[in-house]
């Protein structure tokens, strides 16, 4: 009986690892695709209420465009500490399939591992930003590189004092390889 009921878990945990693997790792070549849910979507909008004038509103998506722009800018050069340095001090990044990655210091291991490996060429497409606050702003983002392609559900950018952004929190997800 206990032989049975291994066999029926290892058959459900393999069926859970498959669903999970198509998901992360979408087939060869295809497309990106970051279609997120309503739920999802309605997780990262600002709060009902909030009132940000238009001039706060410019200021933030002016800095976070400036931000982003700078740390596509370094990862293409191939500069890990650079590309780190668009992060706070107490970040958390949430690469999948890589893992989940606290602080500057080890979001800038992520980067040297990742173009270490070869990656390079980011690009960002069908790129949303949405303001949250008056000092806060969320990235979303379909991207491509050399070698592989996935989506960004959040980057959570938000304005130091010298009024640069900084992301927060960064959550990718590499979809497939090319």
């Not at 990106?32 to 309503?38: D, E, G, R, V």
């Not at 800018?73 to 107490?90: L, Q």
């Amino acid at each position: 009986m206990n032989f049975h009921k291994n066999t029926i878990a290892l058959g459900l945990l393999g069926a859970a690892l498959s669903v999970t693997s198509l998901s992360t790792f979408a087939a060869k070549n295809a497309e990106p695709k970051p279609l997120l849910s309503p739920e999802v979507v309605n997780v990262y909008k600002a709060p009902a209420g909030l009132v940000i004038s238009e001039s706060q509103k410019k200021k933030v998506v002016k800095a976070v465009e400036k931000a982003s722009e700078g740390w596509r800018e370094a990862f293409n050069k191939g500069d890990a500490k650079a590309a780190a340095s668009f992060y706070e001090e107490d970040s958390v990044t949430t690469a999948i399939p890589f893992g989940i990655y606290m602080g500057e210091d080890a979001a800038e291991g992520l980067w040297e591992y990742i173009i270490g490996s070869g990656f390079k060429n980011v690009e960002y497409m069908n790129t949303k930003i949405e303001v949250i606050s008056s000092d806060a702003a969320v990235l979303s983002a379909s991207w491509k590189m050399n070698k592989a392609y996935g989506v960004i559900t959040k980057e959570l950018w938000v304005l130091q004092d010298d009024g640069t952004a900084k992301l927060r929190v960064d959550d990718f997800e590499v979809v497939g390889s090319k």
